[in-house]
């Protein structure tokens, strides 16, 4: 059974530009989350779906990330415009119920 | 003080040693707690779950102290290959699934 995959694994962008990161879960799960690890820091939420809905958004930093989750299948984060703390590793998770599994991660650097 | 504390490490030790870590929690509703085994620059995995007094995985056992608000990690007859950041996890608010992680415990196995 394939994996939570993450697509791209690395981005470096300047400040002010615009990324859009992926993540498609597990064939089945209709719960995916989004988690982002900054430098020096814990792994914090940022936000949940069930299915196509938004159950949780409240780790969600300000109004320039954008979660979206289309047909309740693969999920895409947009962040517009980028800062530079904006920087870190945003991995994504998929589960059925309270065991959640992580994909490989994104690292963005924002110059 | 924070949701979910571990003692960072590192832990160094020597191969078939035991070691222990803590983790403490603030929430005392809490219900669902997890270890995850992070290695460098990858993605966290699922390492167990506990939901009642403990769980056992072969030479992993996790216990859970509700009355002290810690849940622990035993690793017996450590390997090389359990060198990693052990990441405590805490579902909060209890009932959802927004994991609350700690900072993570660095442990190196010497040979």
């Known amino acids: 059974e394939a994996g939570v995959t993450q697509f791209p694994s690395h981005s470096v962008i300047e400040k002010g530009q615009t990324v859009t990161l992926r993540c498609d879960p597990i064939?089945?799960?209709?719960?995916l989350y989004w988690y982002r690890r900054v430098m020096g820091k814990e792994i914090k939420f940022l936000l949940h779906?069930?299915?196509?809905?938004?159950?949780?958004e409240s780790g969600m930093p300000n109004n320039r990330f954008l979660a979206e989750r289309t047909g309740g299948t693969y999920s895409t984060l947009k962040v517009q415009p980028a800062e530079l703390e904006d920087s870190g590793v945003y991995f994504c998770?998929?589960?059925?119920?309270?065991?959640?599994?992580f994909g490989p991660g994104t690292r963005l650097t924002v110059t | 003080r924070k949701e979910v504390e571990q003692d960072p490490g590192p832990f160094n030790v020597p191969e078939g040693a035991t070691v222990a870590f803590n983790c403490t929690y603030s929430?005392?509703?809490?219900?669902?707690f997890f270890w995850y085994r992070q290695d460098c620059r990858k993605e966290p995995k699922l390492l167990m779950s506990?939901?009642?007094s403990g769980n056992e995985d072969g030479r992993f056992t996790a216990q859970l102290n509700r009355a002290s608000q810690y849940i622990s990690l035993l690793i017996r007859d450590s390997k090389l290959s359990d060198s990693a950041t052990y990441l405590c996890?805490?579902?909060?608010?209890?009932?959802?699934?927004?994991?609350?992680f700690g900072t993570g415990t660095r442990l190196k196995v010497l040979a």
């Open positions: 996890v805490v579902n909060n608010p209890p009932g959802t699934y927004k994991y609350i």
């Open positions: 506990v939901y009642s």
């Open positions: 929430n005392s509703a809490s219900q669902s």
């Open positions: 779906f069930v299915k196509e809905s938004k159950q949780d």
């Open positions: 998770a998929s589960s059925t119920a309270y065991e959640q599994y």
């Open positions: 064939s089945g799960h209709d719960n």
